[in-house]
């Protein structure tokens, strides 16, 4: 008989009680148990017998001197069989005769009635879980899934079981679902913390299914594919350990597997991307993975946010211990690959800063660093060939300009050499390539030789001796002048009041004019500021072309001009670091007035969101430096090379800030470094900057340029 219950669990015999469950489980998964229940009845039987075996295997291995004949193992458990038979006719209907009672606990004078169901391994009895909804519910695709507190019914409750005293305990299934789904939401890691504690609960679940039956087994697996599938990829660090106890890492995802076991077997081996509740990385982790899916790379004021955050964090790595410091870098490497080209401005300062161009070619390089270094030679290139004097700049100018017709005075080698390295070497530099002059430096078709090959240079060659024979013979007649290029542009969206499709005039339009006078003060027109610097008034031209909203175009105004001033700050001699400085502050006192979260936010170099703005003294202090910056060039100073927070506090500011705040010591100390309650890093920078402009010695001037 015990060969029998082998072969139809499929399996070789093994004293492994959980590859017997496994095994059980995988033929309980193929059966319809409604339309054969005989079918089922033998398989829940083979599953008892080899069970049984196997208990009487570790039996033996504990005592060496019994005998180890499995035949005659099945006689005992038709005896078994026959007694559980005989108490059958006392056994209320929806109770399983073959059930196997698992007693939590200690119990001082247990007493079980055979033939009763005591809810751990019954066919009949209500759902020890409550289950999740599984990956085929609708539901399971939102970002933030919730799942209905799992009821389980204890031994405790269970009819016919004396326990003795016990101490109260989490429940595991609780106490995991709640770690999981309750939390900050699924897209956010497992603290370390959190991580052990859910290994611990998981560790509980498994022991408790082990101890169980068959049915709690499989039960078991079912809850637990489904919380992990739900909670993804939050529940990442335990799927490992899952897939191994319940035998998922053995086997490819098939139609007969739940779709939330299919889900999980196609993550195995994966370390997907999370979030994390430290500051820094999720700043840097939302700057660069949108919730609006934007991909164009960083640009101005989010670009000098995010290399903050960056500088931030590559702080931390470098000071920190090296399990954490190893999990910035790798969170790090993820972040910038899966966000790629967004990502683009912080490369190079993350490669050098964590050293992974040394890995470059070497057989330890992992796959997430060779993408980044491939993707940092890519940049540099594009760089270099940008420069007037690299060999194949004509040829990179004449693939990345407009229009569709070939140059005439470049090299057809240098422009096919600079297609085929690009294609060998920065695949991810032809997006920058117009299509269309590409395919037309594209070799021809062999047969398109010859004459037909040279036809269009000497049709060019023909054109160009007309002209210069017409221009000859037109020679010193005259002729009228040419009109003047019209005063207006190309059309832009109707202003309120305007006519659609009326000639647009910079100069002329209303609303450039209100954003000019907002920036510079009422006495600046825009015919004034392109005269000054047509870069400034081109921008905000530019903007104008693609909205006529008033709101907007003065945020987009007010965004532009704090990109430039923060510039300016950084390259400022110190009389024009003071007013620099008290701009900042009038900026991060603005924002601390619209909330601590903005804030925080312009702390980190953003700007303040539509809707909030300077008012009052404080707008005329930034139109006045505006001014003063627009007269001197300085409002066009260049990018500064990196952000940082480098700077030395003096012990005197230190404690005139606890006593003007009357924040503890530590909590200052951490607001310093970014960290703690928005409101209370608000409150803390405010009061550093007050401090730093009434500070007379050395230290004065890399507060006020930095922070």
């Not at 030789?449 to 023909?462: D, P, S, Y």
């Not at 007013?579 to 980190?604: F, I, N």
């Amino acid at each position: 008989m015990i060969d029998g219950a082998w072969g139809r669990l499929g399996i070789a015999p093994t004293p492994d009680q959980g590859a017997i469950r496994r095994a059980y489980a995988d033929a309980l998964r193929a059966m319809e148990v409604d339309a054969d229940v005989a079918g089922f009845a033998a398989l829940r039987q083979a599953r008892d017998t080899a069970l049984a075996w196997a208990r009487s295997q570790a039996a033996q291995a504990s005592a060496p001197d019994a005998p180890g004949d499995p035949a005659a193992l099945p006689v005992a458990v038709e005896d078994e069989r026959a007694t559980a038979a005989e108490a059958a006719d006392d056994t209320p209907p929806g109770t399983w005769p073959h059930a196997a009672p698992r007693l939590d606990g200690h119990a001082d004078t247990g007493t079980v009635r055979a033939g009763h169901d005591h809810g751990h391994d019954a066919l009949v009895p209500a759902l020890p879980f409550a289950p999740a909804r599984g990956p085929a519910d609708d539901q399971f695709v939102v970002q933030r899934p919730t799942l209905a507190p799992i009821v389980l019914a204890g031994a405790a409750d269970a009819p016919g079981v004396s326990l003795g005293r016990q101490q109260p305990q989490t429940r595991a299934d609780h106490a995991l679902h709640d770690l999981l789904l309750a939390g900050p939401g699924t897209e956010f890691g497992l603290t370390a913390d959190d991580r052990a504690a859910a290994l611990a609960l998981l560790d509980r679940l498994i022991a408790q299914a082990d101890a169980g039956g068959v049915d709690l087994w499989s039960r078991t697996e079912e809850w637990l594919a489904e919380t992990l599938a739900r909670s993804w990829p939050r529940a990442a660090p335990l799927l490992d350990r899952a897939a191994q106890t319940f035998g998922w890492a053995d086997r490819p995802a098939t139609t007969g597997d739940s779709p939330a076991v299919a889900f999980l077997i196609s993550r195995l081996g994966s370390q997907p991307l999370v979030r994390t509740a430290y500051p820094p990385q999720d700043a840097l982790f939302v700057a660069l993975m949108p919730e609006d899916g934007a991909e164009a790379p960083l640009y101005g004021v989010e670009e000098a946010a995010a290399l903050a955050h960056l500088q931030t964090l590559l702080g931390e790595a470098h000071m920190a211990q090296v399990e954490r410091s190893e999990e910035i870098e790798t969170w790090l490497a993820d972040l910038l690959a899966q966000s790629w080209p967004r990502s683009a401005p912080l490369l190079e300062p993350a490669a050098q800063a964590l050293g992974w161009e040394r890995e470059r070619g070497t057989l330890n390089e992992r796959p997430v660093i060779a993408f980044l270094n491939a993707r940092l030679r890519g940049l540099r290139f594009a760089r270099k060939v940008q420069d007037k004097a690299h060999p194949l700049h004509r040829a990179w100018a004449e693939l990345t300009r407009t229009g569709t017709r070939k140059g005439l005075f470049v090299s057809r080698r240098q422009v096919r050499q600079l297609i085929d390295g690009v294609r060998s070497n920065f695949p991810e530099l032809e997006q920058h390539f117009n299509p269309v002059l590409v395919a037309a430096w594209e070799p021809q078709a062999s047969g398109s030789g010859g004459i037909g090959r040279n036809f269009g240079w000497i049709a060019i060659v023909l054109i160009g001796l007309v002209r210069m024979v017409i221009a000859i013979a037109d020679y010193g007649q005259d002729h009228p002048a040419s009109a003047p290029p019209a005063a207006y542009e190309a059309s832009a969206p109707a202003a309120p009041g305007q006519a659609p499709n009326a000639s647009f005039d910079p100069a002329a339009d209303t609303l450039l004019a209100d954003v000019v006078h907002q920036l510079f003060g009422p006495d600046m027109s825009y015919a004034d500021l392109r005269k000054a610097n047509p870069n400034f008034a081109g921008t905000i031209n530019a903007n104008r072309h693609l909205t006529a909203d008033p709101g907007e175009l003065a945020h987009q105004g007010q965004v532009v001009l704090t990109q430039r001033l923060l510039y300016a700050r950084a390259h400022a001699g110190p009389a024009r670091l003071d007013a620099l400085a008290r701009w900042r502050l009038d900026m991060l006192m603005a924002a601390k007035a619209d909330g601590a979260e903005t804030c925080l936010k312009v702390y980190h170099w953003e700007d303040l969101p539509k809707g909030s703005a300077l008012t009052g003294a404080a707008l005329e202090r930034q139109q006045k430096l505006a001014r003063t910056l627009l007269a001197s060039g300085e409002i066009d100073a260049p990018q500064p090379d990196g952000y940082t927070r480098s700077y030395n506090i003096p012990g005197p500011i230190i404690a005139q800030i606890i006593q003007t705040t009357g924040l503890p010591e530590g909590a200052v100390r951490r607001a310093f470094n970014g960290e703690g309650l928005p409101a209370t890093v608000c409150t803390v920078q405010i009061a550093l900057l007050k401090a730093a402009l009434n500070w007379k010695g050395t230290e004065r001037q890399p507060i006020l340029r930095l922070l």
